[in-house]
């Protein structure tokens, strides 16, 4: 049986202030931090190590993963971030809290721009300061490939080809690998290996800091998943 590892980051500080986030490079907050440590504990009390970790560009996640690499003892793991892990970019709705842009738009809106499939939020211009453009992390990236505000249908264009050209070759090599990322790129690759419909996604939760655990086949199709708890 090959083992991966879904964890979502820790707690954010815009978690706890209810603000949409995306491609913001904002903190965990202290409970964000020890939401992470209880998933090492966790993984260390069931004895599930891991081998090799994939991550973000984004600190909430690699903070994420740190604490987690400390409390395991596992410091020394190699640790492979990439841009193509970061969160669903959230366009124009990134700082705005969540409840009063519902109350500015209506439910219905914000539920569609949070969980649709298909449906983009609405875009930043090049000129805006939020666009990754204007980020040294994203330098050597061709700007044309920069978001302006994804739906989760580009999450999954750009978190697919990563999983299939370079993690899931890992896993196949009997590796045992953790994705520290977020909570929706973290379902755009839950859609993948679980084969589920657009409309089947829509209920797909995760909660944050809670190590989930799938067990893969031969072919790298889940057998079964569980949150450690
Ligand atoms: O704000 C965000 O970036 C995400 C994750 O926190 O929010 P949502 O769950 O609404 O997609």
Known sequence: MYKLI????????????????GWMDVDLSPKGE???????????????????CYTSFLKRAIKTQFIVAEKVDRLWIPVVKSWRLNERHYGALQGLNKKETALEYGDEQVKTWRRSFDVRPPQISLEDPRFPGFDPRYAQLDTAILPQGESLEDTVARVLPYWQVEIAPQIAERKTVLIAAHGNSLRALIMHLEELSPEKIIGVEIPTGTPLIYELDKQL???????LE
């Open 6 to 21: 879904l964890l979502r980051h820790g707690e954010s500080v815009w978690n706890s202030e209810n603000r949409f986030t």
């Open 34 to 52: 020890k939401e992470a440590e209880m998933a090492g504990t966790l993984l260390k009390r069931y004895n599930i190590l891991y081998d090799l």
């Open 221 to 227: 199709k889940p057998v079964t998943h569980y949150y």
